[in-house]
Protein backbone atom coordinates (compact mmCIF):
# COMPACT_ATOMS: atom_id res chain seq x y z
CA UNK A 1 0.00 0.00 0.00
CA UNK A 2 1.19 3.40 -0.29
CA UNK A 3 2.50 5.98 2.14
CA UNK A 4 1.66 9.57 1.91
CA UNK A 5 1.57 12.52 4.70
CA UNK A 6 -1.00 13.34 7.10
CA UNK A 7 -1.71 16.83 5.71
CA UNK A 8 -2.30 14.41 2.30
CA UNK A 9 -4.63 12.34 3.41
CA UNK A 10 -6.40 15.23 4.84
CA UNK A 11 -6.42 17.13 1.63
CA UNK A 12 -7.77 14.37 -0.30
CA UNK A 13 -10.40 13.86 2.12
CA UNK A 14 -11.30 17.44 1.31
CA UNK A 15 -10.89 17.07 -2.29
CA UNK A 16 -12.54 14.02 -3.50
CA UNK A 17 -15.90 15.75 -0.75
CA UNK A 18 -15.83 18.66 -2.61
CA UNK A 19 -16.10 16.86 -5.76
CA UNK A 20 -18.32 14.56 -5.08
CA UNK A 21 -20.61 17.81 -3.44
CA UNK A 22 -20.95 21.35 -4.87
CA UNK A 23 -21.97 22.57 -1.74
CA UNK A 24 -19.03 21.89 0.28
CA UNK A 25 -16.26 25.02 0.66
CA UNK A 26 -13.14 25.52 2.76
CA UNK A 27 -12.65 28.84 4.59
CA UNK A 28 -9.94 30.24 6.51
CA UNK A 29 -6.49 31.98 7.35
CA UNK A 30 -4.05 31.04 4.50
CA UNK A 31 -6.09 28.50 2.79
CA UNK A 32 -6.35 29.62 -0.64
CA UNK A 33 -3.59 31.53 -2.04
CA UNK A 34 -0.84 30.41 0.51
CA UNK A 35 -2.13 26.56 0.23
CA UNK A 36 -2.99 26.51 3.46
CA UNK A 37 -0.40 27.64 6.72
CA UNK A 38 0.92 23.26 6.64
CA UNK A 39 -0.09 22.87 3.35
CA UNK A 40 -2.94 20.82 3.90
CA UNK A 41 -4.85 22.83 1.20
CA UNK A 42 -2.01 22.76 -1.05
CA UNK A 43 -3.59 23.09 -5.04
CA UNK A 44 -7.42 23.10 -3.77
CA UNK A 45 -7.69 26.86 -5.30
CA UNK A 46 -6.25 25.74 -8.12
CA UNK A 47 -9.45 23.18 -8.54
CA UNK A 48 -11.96 24.16 -6.81
CA UNK A 49 -11.82 28.43 -7.46
CA UNK A 50 -12.20 31.35 -5.11
CA UNK A 51 -15.88 30.84 -4.16
CA UNK A 52 -14.79 27.21 -2.28
CA UNK A 53 -11.56 27.61 -1.13
CA UNK A 54 -11.51 31.03 0.67
CA UNK A 55 -8.86 33.41 2.49
CA UNK A 56 -10.25 35.18 5.28
CA UNK A 57 -8.43 38.08 7.43
CA UNK A 58 -7.37 37.40 10.86
CA UNK A 59 -10.56 37.74 12.44
CA UNK A 60 -11.60 33.94 13.72
CA UNK A 61 -15.11 35.10 15.22
CA UNK A 62 -16.11 37.01 11.64
CA UNK A 63 -15.57 33.64 9.48
CA UNK A 64 -16.86 31.47 12.17
CA UNK A 65 -20.00 33.04 12.11
CA UNK A 66 -20.19 33.33 8.35
CA UNK A 67 -19.74 29.79 8.27
CA UNK A 68 -22.56 29.06 10.71
CA UNK A 69 -24.99 31.21 8.61
CA UNK A 70 -23.44 29.18 5.47
CA UNK A 71 -24.21 26.13 7.15
CA UNK A 72 -28.03 27.05 8.66
CA UNK A 73 -29.06 28.04 4.59
CA UNK A 74 -27.77 24.51 3.04
CA UNK A 75 -23.87 24.76 2.22
CA UNK A 76 -21.37 22.67 3.96
CA UNK A 77 -18.27 24.37 5.19
CA UNK A 78 -14.95 23.13 6.43
CA UNK A 79 -13.54 25.95 8.68
CA UNK A 80 -10.04 25.89 9.06
CA UNK A 81 -8.29 27.27 12.50
CA UNK A 82 -4.93 28.22 11.72
CA UNK A 83 -4.22 26.51 15.84
CA UNK A 84 -7.70 25.70 17.51
CA UNK A 85 -5.88 27.97 20.38
CA UNK A 86 -7.29 30.47 17.99
CA UNK A 87 -10.54 28.97 17.85
CA UNK A 88 -11.31 30.12 21.30
CA UNK A 89 -11.81 34.08 19.59
CA UNK A 90 -14.67 32.42 17.71
CA UNK A 91 -15.56 29.78 20.67
CA UNK A 92 -19.33 32.41 20.87
CA UNK A 93 -19.69 30.66 17.07
CA UNK A 94 -19.13 27.17 17.90
CA UNK A 95 -20.69 26.81 21.11
CA UNK A 96 -23.74 28.91 21.16
CA UNK A 97 -24.49 29.08 17.59
CA UNK A 98 -23.48 26.20 15.56
CA UNK A 99 -23.80 23.41 18.74
CA UNK A 100 -27.54 24.55 19.62
CA UNK A 101 -29.00 25.69 16.29
CA UNK A 102 -30.56 22.31 15.32
CA UNK A 103 -31.92 21.69 18.54
CA UNK A 104 -32.82 25.53 19.22
CA UNK A 105 -34.55 25.43 15.81
CA UNK A 106 -36.51 22.46 16.62
CA UNK A 107 -34.73 21.21 13.96
CA UNK A 108 -35.32 23.97 11.08
CA UNK A 109 -32.01 24.84 10.79
CA UNK A 110 -28.79 22.70 11.02
CA UNK A 111 -25.28 23.41 10.82
CA UNK A 112 -23.80 20.44 8.72
CA UNK A 113 -20.19 21.56 9.19
CA UNK A 114 -16.62 21.14 10.41
CA UNK A 115 -14.20 22.80 12.37
CA UNK A 116 -10.52 21.41 11.63
CA UNK A 117 -7.22 22.57 12.31
CA UNK A 118 -3.90 21.61 14.89
CA UNK A 119 -4.34 21.23 18.76
CA UNK A 120 -1.90 20.53 21.30
CA UNK A 121 2.26 21.42 21.65
CA UNK A 122 3.90 21.69 18.69
CA UNK A 123 7.30 22.01 20.26
CA UNK A 124 8.59 25.61 21.70
CA UNK A 125 5.51 27.80 20.50
CA UNK A 126 4.83 28.92 24.08
CA UNK A 127 1.58 28.97 26.62
CA UNK A 128 -1.11 30.73 24.06
CA UNK A 129 -0.08 28.26 21.09
CA UNK A 130 0.04 24.73 22.73
CA UNK A 131 -3.14 23.81 24.87
CA UNK A 132 -5.53 21.30 24.38
CA UNK A 133 -9.39 22.04 24.04
CA UNK A 134 -10.36 18.77 23.05
CA UNK A 135 -12.29 18.22 26.43
CA UNK A 136 -14.08 21.69 26.66
CA UNK A 137 -15.60 20.96 23.36
CA UNK A 138 -16.52 17.23 23.85
CA UNK A 139 -18.19 19.02 27.58
CA UNK A 140 -20.50 20.79 24.97
CA UNK A 141 -23.78 18.69 24.19
CA UNK A 142 -24.41 19.16 20.35
CA UNK A 143 -20.80 18.82 18.93
CA UNK A 144 -18.80 15.83 17.91
CA UNK A 145 -14.78 15.90 18.38
CA UNK A 146 -12.47 13.88 16.17
CA UNK A 147 -9.01 13.07 16.71
CA UNK A 148 -7.07 10.97 15.11
CA UNK A 149 -3.61 9.70 15.18
CA UNK A 150 -2.82 8.95 11.56
CA UNK A 151 -2.85 9.34 8.12
CA UNK A 152 -5.39 6.32 7.61
CA UNK A 153 -7.33 7.37 10.16
CA UNK A 154 -6.90 11.42 9.47
CA UNK A 155 -8.69 10.66 6.05
CA UNK A 156 -11.37 8.33 6.76
CA UNK A 157 -12.71 10.09 9.98
CA UNK A 158 -12.04 13.69 7.89
CA UNK A 159 -14.43 12.36 5.25
CA UNK A 160 -16.78 10.80 7.81
CA UNK A 161 -16.80 14.11 9.54
CA UNK A 162 -18.14 16.31 6.27
CA UNK A 163 -20.81 13.53 5.71
CA UNK A 164 -21.86 13.77 9.15
CA UNK A 165 -24.39 16.41 9.05
CA UNK A 166 -23.91 17.94 12.47
CA UNK A 167 -21.10 20.39 13.60
CA UNK A 168 -17.82 18.46 14.07
CA UNK A 169 -14.51 19.91 15.60
CA UNK A 170 -11.48 17.73 13.83
CA UNK A 171 -8.26 18.11 15.52
CA UNK A 172 -4.72 17.50 14.15
CA UNK A 173 -1.93 17.93 15.70
CA UNK A 174 0.75 20.30 14.09
CA UNK A 175 3.73 18.04 14.81
CA UNK A 176 2.24 15.09 12.51
CA UNK A 177 1.33 16.74 9.25
CA UNK A 178 4.70 15.67 7.82
CA UNK A 179 4.12 11.92 9.19
CA UNK A 180 4.08 9.19 6.44
CA UNK A 181 1.91 6.76 7.04
CA UNK A 182 -0.41 3.60 4.63
CA UNK A 183 -3.52 5.15 2.97
CA UNK A 184 -6.04 2.98 0.56
CA UNK A 185 -6.00 4.46 -3.31
CA UNK A 186 -9.70 3.84 -2.87
CA UNK A 187 -11.99 6.00 -1.28
CA UNK A 188 -12.86 4.70 2.28
CA UNK A 189 -14.67 6.30 5.41
CA UNK A 190 -14.67 5.45 9.41
CA UNK A 191 -17.18 5.56 11.70
CA UNK A 192 -17.49 8.70 13.98
CA UNK A 193 -17.66 7.06 17.75
CA UNK A 194 -16.17 3.93 17.41
CA UNK A 195 -12.55 3.28 19.49
CA UNK A 196 -10.16 0.91 17.28
CA UNK A 197 -8.48 -1.50 18.76
CA UNK A 198 -4.52 -1.21 17.82
CA UNK A 199 -3.44 -4.27 19.21
CA UNK A 200 -4.92 -7.23 21.34
CA UNK A 201 -2.95 -8.00 25.08
CA UNK A 202 -3.99 -9.86 28.13
CA UNK A 203 -1.97 -7.32 30.93
CA UNK A 204 -3.41 -4.49 31.02
CA UNK A 205 -5.05 -1.34 28.61
CA UNK A 206 -4.01 1.74 27.79
CA UNK A 207 -6.53 4.13 26.23
CA UNK A 208 -5.12 7.65 24.29
CA UNK A 209 -5.85 9.26 20.79
CA UNK A 210 -4.32 11.91 19.07
CA UNK A 211 -0.69 12.44 19.39
CA UNK A 212 -0.27 10.93 22.41
CA UNK A 213 -0.72 7.38 20.54
CA UNK A 214 2.77 7.57 19.33
CA UNK A 215 4.32 7.25 22.85
CA UNK A 216 1.89 4.58 23.51
CA UNK A 217 3.11 2.45 20.89
CA UNK A 218 6.85 3.47 22.00
CA UNK A 219 6.29 2.52 25.41
CA UNK A 220 4.30 -0.27 24.38
CA UNK A 221 7.58 -1.93 23.03
CA UNK A 222 9.41 -1.10 25.98
CA UNK A 223 6.89 -2.93 28.48
CA UNK A 224 6.58 -6.21 25.79
CA UNK A 225 10.40 -6.38 26.51
CA UNK A 226 9.48 -6.60 30.08
CA UNK A 227 6.89 -9.20 30.01
CA UNK A 228 3.94 -6.88 29.60
CA UNK A 229 1.02 -7.56 27.61
CA UNK A 230 -0.57 -4.36 26.94
CA UNK A 231 -4.28 -4.23 24.80
CA UNK A 232 -3.50 -0.71 22.99
CA UNK A 233 -7.25 1.20 22.18
CA UNK A 234 -6.87 4.58 20.01
CA UNK A 235 -10.40 6.19 21.08
CA UNK A 236 -10.17 8.29 17.84
CA UNK A 237 -13.05 10.73 18.71
CA UNK A 238 -13.93 11.78 22.04
CA UNK A 239 -17.34 12.67 21.47
CA UNK A 240 -19.42 10.12 21.59
CA UNK A 241 -17.20 8.38 23.66
CA UNK A 242 -16.90 4.67 23.34
CA UNK A 243 -17.16 3.28 26.53
CA UNK A 244 -18.20 0.04 25.06
CA UNK A 245 -14.79 -0.98 23.88
CA UNK A 246 -13.04 0.24 26.58
CA UNK A 247 -15.45 -1.87 29.09
CA UNK A 248 -15.18 -5.05 27.27
CA UNK A 249 -10.74 -4.63 27.38
CA UNK A 250 -10.87 -4.00 30.84
CA UNK A 251 -13.29 -7.11 31.49
CA UNK A 252 -10.20 -9.19 29.75
CA UNK A 253 -7.07 -7.42 31.24
CA UNK A 254 -8.73 -6.28 34.54
CA UNK A 255 -6.31 -2.83 34.24
CA UNK A 256 -6.32 0.52 33.02
CA UNK A 257 -4.03 3.14 31.82
CA UNK A 258 -5.57 6.22 29.99
CA UNK A 259 -3.07 8.94 28.20
CA UNK A 260 -4.01 12.27 27.34
CA UNK A 261 -1.83 15.35 26.55
CA UNK A 262 -4.48 17.87 28.04
CA UNK A 263 -4.41 18.79 31.38
CA UNK A 264 -5.42 16.39 34.22
CA UNK A 265 -8.50 18.43 35.55
CA UNK A 266 -12.35 17.76 33.99
CA UNK A 267 -9.86 15.83 31.43
CA UNK A 268 -11.50 13.22 29.10
CA UNK A 269 -9.54 10.67 31.18
CA UNK A 270 -11.88 12.27 34.15
CA UNK A 271 -15.12 11.00 32.13
CA UNK A 272 -13.37 7.44 31.15
CA UNK A 273 -12.27 6.60 34.48
CA UNK A 274 -15.79 7.42 35.88
CA UNK A 275 -17.31 5.44 32.87
CA UNK A 276 -14.99 2.92 33.60
CA UNK A 277 -15.72 2.66 37.75
CA UNK A 278 -19.71 2.68 37.32
CA UNK A 279 -19.28 -0.09 33.90
CA UNK A 280 -16.75 -2.11 34.98
CA UNK A 281 -15.55 -1.84 38.72
CA UNK A 282 -15.86 -5.12 39.46
CA UNK A 283 -13.55 -6.35 36.69
CA UNK A 284 -10.61 -3.82 38.45
CA UNK A 285 -7.86 -5.48 39.90
CA UNK A 286 -5.63 -2.04 40.51
CA UNK A 287 -7.03 1.75 40.55
CA UNK A 288 -6.90 3.36 37.61
CA UNK A 289 -3.70 5.30 36.21
CA UNK A 290 -3.68 8.18 34.17
CA UNK A 291 -0.73 10.17 32.49
CA UNK A 292 -1.56 13.91 31.68
CA UNK A 293 0.05 17.17 30.85
CA UNK A 294 1.61 18.88 33.69
CA UNK A 295 -1.18 20.97 35.39
CA UNK A 296 0.58 24.44 34.46
CA UNK A 297 0.66 26.53 31.34
CA UNK A 298 3.13 25.21 28.92
CA UNK A 299 7.20 26.69 29.36
CA UNK A 300 9.14 27.95 26.75
CA UNK A 301 12.25 25.97 27.48
CA UNK A 302 12.69 22.82 25.65
CA UNK A 303 13.63 20.52 28.61
CA UNK A 304 10.71 21.89 30.25
CA UNK A 305 8.17 21.34 27.24
CA UNK A 306 8.99 17.52 27.45
CA UNK A 307 9.13 17.14 31.18
CA UNK A 308 5.45 18.79 30.73
CA UNK A 309 4.43 16.69 28.30
CA UNK A 310 3.42 12.73 28.70
CA UNK A 311 6.44 10.90 28.34
CA UNK A 312 7.18 7.16 27.27
CA UNK A 313 8.80 6.64 30.48
CA UNK A 314 5.87 8.00 32.73
CA UNK A 315 3.69 5.88 30.70
CA UNK A 316 6.18 2.74 31.32
CA UNK A 317 6.03 3.27 34.90
CA UNK A 318 2.24 3.78 35.47
CA UNK A 319 1.67 0.17 33.30
CA UNK A 320 4.01 -1.35 35.98
CA UNK A 321 2.12 0.47 39.01
CA UNK A 322 -0.54 -1.22 37.89
CA UNK A 323 0.46 -4.61 36.72
CA UNK A 324 3.00 -4.55 39.88
CA UNK A 325 5.54 -6.28 36.91
Known amino acids: MREIQFREALREAMNEEMRENERIFLIGEEVADYNGAYKVSQGMLAEFGAKRVIDTPIAELGFAGIAVGAAMNGLIPIVEFMTFNFSLVAIDQVINSAAKMNSMSGGHFKCHMVFRGPTGSAGQLGAQHSQNFENWYANTPG???????????????????????NPVIFMESEQMYGMKGEVPEET???????????????????????????????????????GVSAEIIDMRTVRPLDHETIVNSIKKTNRLVIVEEAWPLASISSEITYQVQRHAFDYLDAPIRRVTSRDVPLPYAPTLVEAYLPSVKAIVEAVKGVTYK
Open 143 to 165: LKVVVPSNPYDAKGLLKSSIRDG
Open 188 to 226: YTLELGKAHVVKEGSDVTIVSFGKMMLRVLEAEKALAEA
